[in-house]
């Protein structure tokens, strides 16, 4: 069975919100939409995402290291927001994995959104529905788009290339391996869930300089090899 | 619902796409607009767009909330009669009234003084027609925000090695091995940089960042090194110190293409003491370094022309020539000069170990040396020597705002280029690579008038308004070397100031200091908020008036797409469309958007129609030309000579036949010349057809060492990006700065400055570089003002220009001053608690947030995230005026009276760069009984005529049907 789902490399990821804004620009007015805001232009803005970036911080100064934790729906292979749902609207596909809410027969009891342990889910308080990422469905399926277009919005915005997307079942798709080879990780793996979306870790590189290598034989000092001679005595002027 | 795998976004509504160039930000991508019934539905990324490869940000993404925000103008509007500037009151006028008014005032200005006339922009990309449009009108005050933005890095390194970071050149991260960003740099370039950051990290490359502040591109650094604001230089200094002393420099590099051979004069009683020693041989006269210098040559042990053939000439020691004069190779002088300057004298300065210090030093030098890169390319350089290989020092930097917003910074970028000079990594593979119309001669040909009488009424100004000096000659100034631009730019106070000073055009205009202007233009420039030091102040200043009742600046013109600050302090407004409503050409006379390999020009074409009334402004300057029969905008019997702007962008030429217009691609009447060539009726069309950008690849042997690159250099030249084909020689020691302290020093023939000002230039005109405390900290209290606070750019709010969109803003709706846990534990207050921020020139009220991502000496903030009430279309209770601040409130725009001067700018002393990070202050918590929200507030801003209505408590956007509800 296919389990579509996204891989993303912490390690390039700058927190830029690309991923945030595209996801939000292509689902208001697709399958999913609208992505409603509240207070759009006036004091405590707030509204619709399916992706939000959080930034954090570890460790103390100096030696810290600052996060860009993008968070979305993590298509949980055991979704535990599937079984809570009293009308059957949170479903998971069974031809590629996705979890999704059918806005039609929802009726806004947030069951699902306390059963998801990742806090992936937003209400859209307008029309009292829950809303959530689709892994944008209706692109990635729309055989009218190009090949190269049929991906979610955010894998295609990133700039850093951070959002990897493809069929973690498929041992030899680029997400299977990347998780396979830099050490994928899913996120609050004891609860069970199977979450279908990935975590890549950081790496850090470091070079080691031995002493021995910093000087090397064609060290260009030598070049300037400078005795200045300008009449001082020498053993050369002593004669006896 | 529909099953979603049966849905296609192409069924539903009339779908169109169109390509053009994205403009939520200065980067410039290119974007496809896709429409649903002629509303944007979902802007993404250009796939075949060389800047970013289908990729786009978080603003690109959300330029539907700005094309639809209800904080745009759409009318053009007079303050009404009898209303006070600055209370908003306005009445909606036509735009044949506008351009009556303006005609009818303007037009007297040129007549009798062109000065009266200012014209000052933000961040356009349209210097190219604004500048030739103050030029043409007869002002030399005009400049765009460059001079509060980063001229110290485009001069530091343009007079250092020929060109500069972001759109003139950046690190080739592709082939580097170890990437070095100092200071602030996410900004300036945005994808691209995001795009090459991700792949070089993926091919193991090792990313240092050193920063106060560990955020943006800082947090996937393998290393962040925390240092403490304005002490870059001294870090820098000490790295080049480690480096000569180790001999870890590119000998032969420096020797070929850098001054470093050449001799210096060292002789403190002559009159050409500093200066190159000349020999005596016919010299052609130009602006480009004249090779009649000499080595010192390791054989023979004497004088010998440089780049003899055969010769070695030495770097080090002292010289005397047959003529007796004492000489020293330049690299000499550097090496004397970097020996103060150990890692153990900057570890107290900079807050780095001395060992840390030593080691980045060891991992530049060591890979610098030891992963050369060999590419089979073939090239000549200028002096006829055949070279088997392109070859390369895989050390990259990247800087931008960080080292540049000091008014140290000048020095401070000097020492950066003069780094990546002696690990030889200028435009070579893997370190930092041109951009074309980059390299130009150090300094580029075009100069500023040299004085008074280039201002005469009804007559084109005689010289640039912008240009870059070379000489004590070069500069703009009276009889008395006293300042002829209202900002002093270009004066002996701040002689290289080659992109103006925009943060002192409000104050000297208000003072009348040199002179009082009639009227001042102020396009997408928001200086009465943020783009403006010492906000409160210069916001009365706008507002002040004479005795007799008049303004201090009598006529205050404003063109913006929204409804900013600024814009309730005109008298008159002139609503500019948005990126998406209007033709643009992001020209090679300006700043385009070039490759590495090759010249790159784009263009923007309308995908929508205007909103209301609103009009391109660069449609309003062609109007204007044409109204007030500028030279270059009419013909002979002073009929209107362009149509529109498309129209100009077409057909004008920098001189009748010269065949070098606003466009690059597809010049020659059939559209086969590049970058020069008759004019093409068909361009436009041609620029649609090829995604609104034009790439010129170069053949791979042009693509390096262009400097010296003889086939380059030719191919540039007949192509007209120089004017000649002359070795640019690095210059590791500036001549250039030492003919003004020369001249400050009484020692120079021509022009000397004021007396006031000798000692300031003979200090910061040192031919070598050097380190020295922040002027203003040099004038501050740092006992009572301990921290230095900076404002970072926020990925999703860069520029801060986008208050006004719905999404955006939920990302950054306010900001806190993060602060080290120890600077509120030491100053009793905790995390989250609303505190004071205090300079000695104001103080804001707002909330702290503790970070252990900070220097515990400084203090941040997001930059201009707080905005005045009611302004861009918010109410007046959002979060950006209620609980965001601005710390503009806290910077001065002039220094603290001094030896030098009353009145100095708090800018770099060389170039005029307004020194932003400069700031010192102090902070304290708030007391409890104060209201929970910023101070300073100002009174709420209201909603202007022919603006949106306000929206409701919930907008659902949906493209097709939102304009229709």
């Known amino acids: 069975m296919t389990q579509l789902a996204l891989v993303i490399d912490l390690n390039v990821c700058v927190g830029c919100h690309a991923c945030v804004t595209s996801c939000k620009e292509w689902n208001t007015s697709g399958w999913a939409g609208p992505m409603v805001d509240q207070n759009p232009y006036d004091g405590s803005p707030t509204g619709t995402f399916f992706n939000r970036v959080q930034t954090f911080e570890v460790g103390t100064f100096p030696n810290t290291e600052t996060v860009h934790f993008p968070k979305s729906c993590l298509h949980c292979e055991e979704p535990p927001c599937v079984p809570v749902c009293p009308t059957g609207a949170s479903y998971k596909r069974p ?146 | ?182 200071g602030t740099a996410e900004d300036h370039h945005s994808n691209p940089l995001k795009i090459a950051i991700s792949e070089f990290k993926r091919r193991g490359g090792r990313f240092i960042s050193i920063n106060p502040i560990r955020t943006g591109y800082s947090a996937i650094a393998d290393e962040w090194v925390p240092i403490k604001p304005g002490t870059d230089g001294a870090l820098i200094l000490a790295i080049t110190h480690e480096i000569l002393s180790k001999g870890l420099y590119d000998r032969e590099f420096l020797v070929q293409y850098t001054n470093a051979a050449e001799l210096v004069v060292d002789d403190e009683s002559r009159a050409d003491h500093g200066l190159f020693y000349r020999a005596e041989m016919h010299v052609e006269e130009g602006c480009f370094d004249p090779q009649n210098k000499l080595w010192w040559d390791r054989d023979i042990d004497g004088p010998i022309s440089t780049h003899t053939p055969g010769a070695d000439p030495r770097l080090m020691g002292s010289y005397t020539l ?49 992963q050369k890169i060999e590419l089979p390319i073939k090239w000549t350089d200028c002096w006829d020597n055949e070279h088997e290989s392109v070859t390369g020092n895989p050390v990259a930097f990247h800087a931008m705002r960080g080292l540049a917003a000091h008014s140290n910074g000048f020095q401070t970028i000097r020492s950066l280029g003069i780094l990546m000079t002696v690990l030889g990594t200028i435009d070579r593979p893997g370190g930092f690579r041109h951009k074309a119309p980059y390299p130009r001669p150090i ?52 002689p290289l100031s080659v992109h103006g000073l925009m943060h002192n055009v409000i104050t000297n205009a208000w003072r009348g200091d040199p002179y009082p202007i009639d009227t001042l233009l102020l396009f997408m420039a928001n200086m009465a908020w943020n783009s403006t030091m010492n906000t409160v102040e210069v916001r009365k200043m706008l507002v002040d008036k004479h005795p007799n009742g008049d303004y201090k600046i009598p006529f205050l013109v404003v063109c913006d797409t929204f409804a900013s600050e600024t814009v309730a302090f005109a008298d008159l407004v002139l609503p500019d469309t948005t990126y998406l409503e209007r033709h643009d050409a992001l020209s090679m006379l300006d700043r385009p958007i070039s490759e590495f390999d090759g010249p790159v020009d784009a263009v923007r074409i309308p995908v929508l129609p205007p909103k209301g009334e609103c009009k391109p402004f660069q449609d309003v300057l062609i109007e204007l030309g044409s109204r007030l029969k500028l030279p270059a905008f009419v013909k002979a019997d002073g009929s209107r000579k362009y149509r529109d702007y498309p129209d100009f962008i077409v057909n004008y030429e920098t001189s009748p036949g010269s065949g070098i217009g606003f466009l690059a691609g597809w010049r020659g009447k059939s559209g086969d010349q590049v970058l020069k060539g008759e004019p093409n009726p068909r361009q436009w069309e041609m620029y649609a057809q090829n995604g609104c950008f034009y790439h010129h690849e170069l053949p791979r042997n042009y693509q390096y060492m262009r400097n010296w690159n003889k086939g380059y250099l030719h191919w540039a030249r007949a192509h007209g990006m120089i004017r000649y084909a002359e070795p640019i020689t690095l210059h590791l020691y500036s001549e250039v700065l030492q003919k003004f302290r020369l001249a400050a ?27 020295y405390d922040p002027l203003e900290t040099q004038l501050t209290d740092t006992r009572r003002y301990p921290l230095n606070a900076l404002t970072q750019r926020p990925m999703a709010m860069y520029h801060s220009w986008d208050s006004q969109n719905a999404w955006l803003r939920q990302i950054h709706s306010h900001n806190y001053l993060f602060l080290s846990p120890s600077v509120g534990i030491a100053n009793g207050f905790g995390d989250g608690d609303w505190i004071w921020v205090e300079s000695p020139h104001g103080r804001v009220r707002c909330m702290c947030r503790f970070s252990e991502a900070v220097e515990p000496g400084t203090v941040w903030t997001w930059n201009a995230i707080g905005k005045a009430a009611g302004a861009w279309g918010l109410g007046a209770s959002a979060d950006e005026a209620r609980k ?82």
């Open chain 2, 322 to 370: 047959p003529d007796g004069t004492p000489v020293k190779p330049s690299f000499q002088l550097l090496k004397e000069r970097v020996e103060q300057y150990t890692p153990e004298w900057a570890a107290p300065i900079t807050g780095i170990p001395a060992e840390t210090i030593r080691r980045l030093a060891h991992e530049m030098g060591v890979t610098a040396r030891d």
């Open chain 2, 1 to 182: 619902m529909q099953d979603p795998v049966s849905h296609s976004d192409s069924t539903v509504g009339r779908v169109e796409v169109k390509e053009t160039t994205c403009y939520m930000c200065a980067c410039r991508c290119g974007i496809r607009v896709h429409l649903r019934d002629g509303e944007v539905r979902y802007i993404d990324g250009n796939p075949n767009h060389p800047l970013n490869k289908g990729v786009i940000c978080a603003k690109g993404s959300s330029g539907i909330m700005k094309q639809y925000s209800p904080g745009r103008i759409t009318q053009p509007l007079r303050r009404k009669a009898g209303a006070e500037r600055g209370e908003s009151a306005f009445e909606v006028i036509s735009w044949d009234e506008a351009f009556g008014m303006l005609t009818e005032r303007l037009a007297r200005l040129r007549a009798e003084d062109p000065k009266k006339f200012a014209l000052f922009t933000g961040r356009d990309q349209m210097q190219a027609l604004t500048g030739m449009f103050a030029k043409q009108f007869g002002t030399p005050n005009y400049a765009a925000h460059g001079g509060f933005c980063s001229v110290n890095m485009a001069a530091g390194l343009i007079y250092t090695i020929g060109g500069s970071f972001w759109e003139f050149g950046g690190p080739d991260l592709e082939r580097a091995k170890l990437f070095v960003m100092i």
């Open chain 2, 745 to 771: 020093q009484g020692k120079w023939p021509g022009r000397q400055p004021p007396d006031r000002l000798r000692q300031r230039v003979e200090t910061y005109f040192d031919p070598l570089p050097f380190h």
């Open chain 2, 443 to 494: 300094p580029p040909c075009p100069k500023p008038p040299h004085g008074p009488e280039a201002v005469q009424p009804n007559t084109p100004l005689d010289g640039l308004p912008l240009g870059w000096p070379a000489k004590p000659e070069d500069l703009f100034v009276d009889a008395d070397g006293e300042a002829v631009r209202i900002d002093k730019a270009f004066s002996w106070e701040y």
């Open chain 1, 95 to 240: 031809d590629n994995g996705i979890v999704l809410v059918d806005y039609d027969k929802c009726i806004g009891c947030k069951y699902c959104s306390w059963a998801c342990p990742y806090g992936a889910r937003e209400v859209d308080e307008q029309q009292k529905v829950m809303k959530k990422c689709t892994l944008c469905i209706d692109r990635i399926t729309d055989a009218k788009l190009s090949e190269r277009d049929r991906k979610p919005a955010c894998v295609l915005a990133c700039p850093t290339s951070a959002r990897l997307f493809g069929d973690v079942h498929d041992a030899d798709s680029e997400v299977s391996v990347a998780i396979r080879e830099r050490g994928g990780y899913q996120l609050m793996p004891e609860w069970g869930t199977k979450p279908a979306n990935h975590y890549l870790p950081r790496q850090k590189i470091r070079i080691h300089i031995d002493q021995d290598e910093l000087t090397r034989v064609d060290n260009p000092l030598r070049r300037e090899d400078l005795t200045d001679y300008t009449g001082e005595e020498t053993l050369d002027d002593v004669a006896w």
């Open chain 2, 884 to 965: 965001g601040f601005l710390l503009n409130h806290l910077i001065a725009e002039e220094l603290p009276a001094h030896d030098a001067g009353d009145h100095l700018s708090n800018s770099d002393p060389v170039t005029g760069q307004a020194a932003w990070f400069d700031v010192r202050v102090r902070v304290y918590k708030a007391d409890p009984s104060e209201p929970e929200v910023t101070s300073p507030q100002f009174t709420p801003m209201p909603r202007l005529p022919g603006q949106d209505r306000k929206r409701g408590k919930w907008q659902a956007y949906m493209a097709g049907v939102f304009g229709k509800k």
